[in-house]
């Protein structure tokens, strides 16, 4: 008889240990200060990456750890669950996929040893823009060519941790839309050195919002980028990303996994310690029931995220388990969220039981990085069959 499959949690021990020693040095003190100040967990970032977590994903020949997407699901899922925020961070895991899969191999050699070592950064992607949304084959951020250099205008918009980054993965027509066959042609990906950019056509914005996740509005005005900036073919870019946006969902969907576990521990261990006239209001099957349903949920959305990261490492077409998983995960922590919360009643709003502050980071992933609606539209139609909604 064949084996059961690895549960999800069991996978990786080492790494998963590793994580939590070193999350136990950043506690919800230290994640309730840089929320009140809005600031970047710069200290958090830099033990990530002395640790070389945030190089996992890179070849040993490079200075990183050369491990698979999993291994990345792991680390981030642990992150949350530590009750800390891996958004600080994520970019750079499933960014690197476009990178490894297309750059050049003089690309690789200048940047990635420096990223695995954390002298460098790659942390900002440029896509989204205030006019097109998720609609990415209507961007108007232009490359032109010209001579030896690309000349870059437009705008990018929730292009996070820009300010706190050296290098960004940028999305860009290089074909206007009304030249090409398909509308996914034309699209090209630069990776941009910001040292060199910031002030010379490059300008960041900071972008407040519900959420300290050091977002912004990023400006190209007459950018000129080397001509070597170009990721792969010119034109190809919506491919190359595509294979970086199912990696994204995948690791964004682990995190959602480890935000849906802290809050079911969080309201188990407050259920079982909270008494309300004599007793433990967890016996109170309107307290224990919705934990439970909770739990099954993010069991089952584990599971998706599993076997959708297993057919991401072995190049399988894993479009839709990846996004299965984004929007099971996503559900599940969001359920559990709002579960943590009415299981806390009033001290779920108190910021020291930091039951708020998670309640609002992961909402976040209902809407980002791709729509729950958006998902579903794409399962009816690629998945089913369904006539095209949009």
Not at 248 to 265: K, N, Q, S, V
Not at 267 to 288: C, D, H, L, M, S
Not at 361 to 382: K, M
Request: aromatic letters at 8%.
């Amino acid at each position: 008889m064949q084996a059961p499959p690895e549960h999800p949690s069991e996978s990786y021990p080492e790494i998963r240990d590793s994580v939590r020693k070193l999350c136990a040095g950043f506690p919800g003190e230290y994640w309730r200060a840089l929320d009140q100040e809005r600031a970047y967990p710069t200290a958090f970032v830099n033990a990530l990456s002395e640790a070389g977590f945030l190089a996992a994903l890179i070849p040993e020949d490079f200075g990183g750890s050369g491990l698979r997407l999993g291994a990345a699901a792991a680390i981030l899922e642990e992150i949350q669950l530590a009750g800390c925020n891996g958004g600080a961070c994520h970019a750079q895991m499933y960014i690197m996929g476009t990178v490894l899969r297309h750059g050049s191999e003089g690309q690789k050699q200048r940047y990635l040893p420096a990223i695995a070592d954390g002298s460098l950064r790659l942390q900002a992607f440029g896509v989204t823009e205030p006019t097109s949304g998720s609609d990415t084959t209507s961007i108007q951020t232009f490359a032109r060519l010209a001579g030896e250099h690309y000349v870059v205008n437009g705008q990018k918009v929730w292009t996070s941790r820009a300010e706190h980054s050296d290098l960004m993965l940028l999305l860009a027509r290089t074909t206007p839309k009304d030249q090409v066959e398909k509308r996914t042609a034309g699209l090209s990906v630069f990776l941009i050195d910001m040292r060199d950019a910031l002030g010379n056509g490059l300008t960041i914005k900071p972008l407040p919002a519900m959420v300290n996740h050091a977002t912004t509005e990023v400006f190209f005005d007459d950018l000129r980028i080397p001509k070597d900036a170009l990721i792969g073919d010119e034109g190809r870019g919506f491919r190359y990303i595509l294979s970086g946006m199912n990696a994204e969902r995948i690791l964004i969907a682990a995190e959602c996994i480890g935000d849906a576990r802290w809050f079911i521990e969080k309201a188990t261990r407050y259920a079982t310690e909270r008494e309300v006239f004599g007793r433990p209001i967890g016996k109170n099957q309107g307290i224990q029931f919705p934990i439970a349903r909770a739990y099954a949920a993010t069991q089952a959305a584990a599971l998706m995220v599993s076997r959708a990261a297993a057919l991401y490492e072995s190049h399988a077409d894993c479009g839709a388990e990846s996004n299965m998983a984004k929007l099971l995960a996503s559900d599940a922590s969001w359920q559990a969220a709002d579960m943590c919360m009415q299981t806390h009643g009033g001290f779920g709003l108190a910021v020291e039981y930091d039951v708020e502050r998670k309640f609002r980071e992961t909402r976040l992933y209902q809407v980002a990085p791709i729509s729950t609606n958006l998902i579903l539209s794409y399962l009816g139609e690629h998945v089913l069959g369904l006539p095209r909604s949009y």
